[in-house]
């Protein structure tokens, strides 16, 4: 199945801040919880906040996922990756990016937010997902990897 994302770094920048809706609705947005992929690890990017448009996200209706982090030191390369699974159906959706192709670089420490725009399609199975969403820098190094769930559901469905 595809998903269309519209930019995943700018994903990940504001998929770490504050969501605006594709819509012109008043859809307020919606907390996502998240975890570390490894709660040991010492990631220099720390996630704080993961908002989506709507929980649950409508299948064939886009949505917004909107990130706010802290990095400790500037980013001046590497890779965003990004996949989503359900329990039904592994990797459902992966896309990977360049940083710098979607964002000017060096990105400066300090607090970033990312947005990524999406749309399940109207045949996706309706369910719990899991993002995944994993940086690294221009060395391979592993700035932050975390999860984060959430459901697709119909727009009848209350």
């Known amino acids: ?29 919606q907390d996502l919880t998240f975890k570390y992929c490894d709660k040991n690890a010492k990631y220099s990017m720390k996630v704080s906040a993961v908002k989506a448009s709507s929980n649950p996200v409508v299948r064939g209706v886009p949505f917004t996922i909107n990130t706010t982090f802290h990095s400790d030191e500037a980013i001046t390369g590497g890779k965003a990756q990004y996949r989503l699974k359900s329990d039904e159906v592994d990797a459902v959706y992966t896309y990977a990016s360049n940083v710098c192709e979607e964002k ?11 947005i990524l725009d999406m749309r399940f399609p109207a045949v996706a199975p309706k369910g719990t997902y899991h993002m995944n969403m994993t940086f690294v820098d221009q060395n391979g190094k592993k700035l932050t990897c975390i999860i ?3 459901k697709v559901d119909d727009a009848t469905t209350k």
Do not use: E, R, Y
Request: hydrophobic fraction near 45%; charged fraction near 0%.
């Open 104 to 114: 000017q670089c060096p990105v400066s420490a300090g607090k970033h937010g990312l």
């Open 1 to 29: 199945m595809n998903i269309h994302s519209a930019s995943a770094f700018t994903f990940l920048l504001c998929f770490l801040a504050i969501i605006f809706p594709l819509s012109s609705s008043n859809v307020q947005p």
């Open 148 to 150: 984060s769930p959430f």
